[in-house]
């Protein structure tokens, strides 16, 4: 019960911060022909991420391409709980990764780090008040070879939906799967408190 629960908590969050977009998202990415590789890998960012997106940096590495990418938009996460608020953090960045990862497969991306920076209410104990200061809050790093092991991953379609807009079901099967399958460089989120 609490599992079904859970998952219907977090395909509200996703489709809440994705519906923006929805029918852009709903067939994927669209890419001309006659972009570099490394032109179709920031342009599939772009069409992904799309506001959330902060910075995005693609280089060429003996492997194929790796692309740095800074996320996050300007405004703050909110939540019911804090109980879930690492999980659906999680799930969004592995939504991310996953569309994006997918996608780049023609354009041979290989790796992906992801950086979350949020804006948030700091208590400042000289001036005596709450500021709104940014900060990288988690940054995790992937391949396609890890990733490529996870069951469905090329049989999925990473923009799958329901008829309400949210990730498919077996969307949300890889979506749980995925941090198992990356490396955390960076994890603050045990930091923030949710009041």
């Known amino acids: 019960m609490w599992k079904i629960a859970n998952t219907i908590l977090l395909a509200t969050f996703i489709l809440c911060n994705c519906q923006k977009d929805v029918s852009k998202a709903k067939q994927g990415v669209s890419i001309p022909q006659g972009l570099s590789d490394e032109q179709a890998i920031e342009l599939i960012c772009k069409q992904v ?60 991306l290989q790796t992906i780090r992801s950086s979350l920076s949020k804006p948030f209410h700091v208590k400042h104990k000289e001036l005596k008040q709450e500021i709104v200061e940014e900060f990288e809050v988690l940054r995790v790093k992937s391949t396609r070879e890890k990733l490529e092991k996870i069951t469905g991953w090329n049989t999925t379609s990473a923009f799958s939906r329901t008829q309400n807009g949210g990730p498919s079901q077996d969307v949300f099967k890889i979506l749980g799967e995925i941090p198992k399958h990356w490396q955390v460089e960076l994890d603050e989120l045990y930091r923030i408190e949710i009041k």
């Not at 692309?67 to 969004?92: E, M, P, Q």
């Not at 990764?97 to 497969?105: H, I």
């Open 49 to 108: 991420y799309q506001a959330q997106l902060k910075q995005i940096k693609i280089s060429k590495t003996p492997e194929g391409y790796y692309a740095d990418i800074d996320f996050g938009g300007s405004s703050a996460f909110t939540f019911l709980n804090r109980n879930n608020y690492k999980s659906r953090v999680y799930a969004l960045t592995a939504l991310y990764l996953f569309r994006v990862m997918q996608a780049g497969k023609k354009y041979n």
